[in-house]
Every structure is written in C-alpha cells, then in structure tokens.
C-alpha cells in the first residue's frame, strides 16, 4: 500500500524538490515565467512538501503576513498525482502550521479554476477576479 507523508521542507534538498514541483507546473504547465514563480519569499517561507513512497509530488508555503495573519501560496500537485487528494492534504498540514504559529486567518490567492477546491476547505472569496502571472485568481481567506 502506497503511504503519502507531508513534512516541513527544511533541507536544501527538500526544498530543491519543492521548487523543482512548482517549476513543472507553474512555469512548464501553466506558463508562468521562471522570474514571477521563484522569488525572494521563498528564503523566510514555510514549505511544505508531500510524498508518496518517497517521491516527491506536492508542495505549498506558507508566508507570514502580520501577527495574526499568514498566507498560503505556490501549491502545486504534479499532473499524474492530480485528483487524489494529495493537495487537500498540503493545504491541512499547511493551516494547522499556520494555527501553530499562531495565525488567526489564513488568506491566499486562489487560481480560479482551484476555487470549488478551497471552498470545500473552508475558505470564502473575497473581492473580485484579478489576474496574476496572467492567470485569473480571487482572494479567499479562513479565519481559524
């Protein structure tokens, strides 16, 4: 039986697997250019990373915003993983670290077509469509 585990990305290899997650489906995938999906963030994120039978194929971080607010960003599930709630599983580790940590709410940028996925977690839309990296989003948040 297959066995997912989610962790903390801390080592500079964990983290290579978390960036080289987002670059096949941010920047190959969907086209988001390499300078937009890597940034500076990523040195004072929390990473999280999940695998199966130690391969790695999902990621999410988790940013601090204020003393009561973080904010989730860059998740990504690898197209063969897709549909198996790997992803559902990144975003729960990732709130409970955030309650950890002392966050109250929780805000993100969802991808449009991603947005059936956090409202059956919880999370409710806020304001209206914009695009980022040319790509329709909404803000959502959950308070915890």
Same mark, same amino acid.
């Given at each position: ?5 989610? $962790? ?8 290579? &697997? ?23 963030? &990523? ?24 003393? &009561? ?51 059956d977690s919880?999370?409710?839309?806020k304001g209206?469509?914009?695009l980022e ?9 959950? $308070?915890?």
């Amino acid at each position: 039986m297959s066995r997912l585990e989610v $962790i903390e990305a801390s080592t500079t290899k964990q983290i290579s &697997d978390c960036l080289k997650i987002r670059e096949e489906v941010f920047i190959n995938e969907q086209g988001v250019p390499k300078e937009e999906e890597l940034d500076e963030l &990523d040195n004072s994120s929390f990473h999280a990373l999940a695998y199966l039978d130690s391969v790695p194929l999902a990621t999410g971080r988790l940013l601090n915003i204020s003393k &009561d607010n973080m904010t989730i960003g860059r998740m990504a599930v690898l197209k063969k993983y897709r549909k198996n709630g790997y992803g559902r599983k990144v975003l729960s580790f990732l709130e409970v670290n955030a309650e950890r940590l002392g966050a109250k709410i929780i805000t993100l940028h969802a991808q449009l077509h991603a947005k059936e996925f956090y409202i059956d977690s919880g999370y409710e839309e806020k304001g209206n469509i914009f695009l980022e990296a040319n790509i329709p989003h909404i803000e959502m948040y959950k $308070i915890l």
